[in-house]
């Protein structure tokens, strides 16, 4: 395995959005807008971004919905989705499509027709790579059924076997995000949606056993939560619905949530005049960039889950953070200069 990312765990700077010694970008360009669109079904969410050194470019990892399928009733186009991956080799700016993940997951269930959602991708300090993935057990028309946290294991970031089921705090866990607290200790924080949709989190010591220690954040419904450390914080991002809602640690543990929602309000640029959802964190140095997607044909009046191809479709973007007296601001109608780097 490669050892590049042995030189990146000094404590306690350590994230899920990984902080790498990378080399400055030059002629870094302006995202587009929107930065991706899935070319197979049109529907790119729930991105992480990931350096994959095996191939020296910056992966994407995506929920990857079946937003332009026709004849699915109900929210069956929501399932039956496998994880996406697109590429990027300028910093982060432009990113194609190179195809999905081999996710083998029959050590824990062995039926055809299951559904990936959201996973968070992490690479630990010996090199060696994880998945942390929800699985829903079939193709439903409506939410009411189980989901569980899955890991698993990778030497390539292409193909994922060794799957183990976690055992958490219900039946229906969803959106896992990883960071790396310190020597032996890791810290997942999920939503349960038996909960309210509140924010739980659990511990492990080797990446593979998990303790359950309870509900982090539940004074709002949300999911898909970031937590990320930067500029001596640690911070938490979660798509509450209403722009991402975003909280400030001192421990990781005790979480003030800050007044003001990131990316409520729409933008002006092309497919992100709607707000935005379910994020990821790159930190590299001094800088941070959030990837988000968003559902571009959907406005205030239109019902959550319509049918149609416009209304189901997403798109990927990206905004730089800024951060002013402790809190995290950004401005999605700025240029944004992704400088992502290299590996060196």
Partial sequence: MTRYLNLLFLFPLLS??????CTAVSDAKVAPK????????????????????????????????????EGLSGVAWVHGSHIGIAESRDGGSTWTHVGTANIDVSAVNPDDGLTFWAPDVYTAPDG???????????????????????RLESEDLR???????????????????????????WRMWYNDERDGKSIYYADSEDLQHWTDRGK???????????????????????????GLGVYRSDDATT?????????????????????????????????????????????????????????????????????????LHCDRNAPTYVELGQSE
Avoid: C
């Fill in 16 to 21: 899920t959005s990984l902080v790498l010694p």
């Fill in 34 to 69: 929107p930065l991706y669109r899935d070319p197979v079904y049109d529907g790119a969410a729930d991105p992480v971004v990931i350096w994959n050194p095996h191939e020296a470019a910056w992966w994407m990892f995506y929920t990857n919905r079946r937003a332009n399928v």
């Fill in 128 to 150: 060696s790579h994880y998945m942390f993935l929800t699985l829903v057990p079939g193709v439903f028309e409506t939410w009411d059924y189980p989901r569980s946290m899955v």
């Fill in 159 to 185: 193909n994922w076997s060794n799957a183990t089921e976690i055992v958490l705090s219900s039946d229906r866990v969803i959106d896992a995000a990883i960071l790396q607290l310190g020597p032996k200790h």
């Fill in 216 to 242: 982090a954040v539940g004074d709002q419904a949300g999911e898909g939560p970031k937590v990320f450390r930067w500029k001596g914080y640690y911070w938490m991002v979660v798509d509450v619905w209403d």
């Fill in 255 to 327: 979480w003030l949530r800050q007044p003001e929602n990131l990316l409520r309000e729409p933008g002006v640029g092309e497919d992100d005049r709607v707000k935005g959802g379910h994020p990821d964190v790159v930190v590299r140095e001094d800088r941070a960039w959030l990837f988000y997607f968003v559902h571009p044909g959907r406005t205030a009046d239109q019902t959550h889950f319509s049918d149609g191809t416009e209304l189901r479709r997403s798109s990927i973007q990206v905004v730089e953070l800024q951060h002013e007296e402790g809190q």
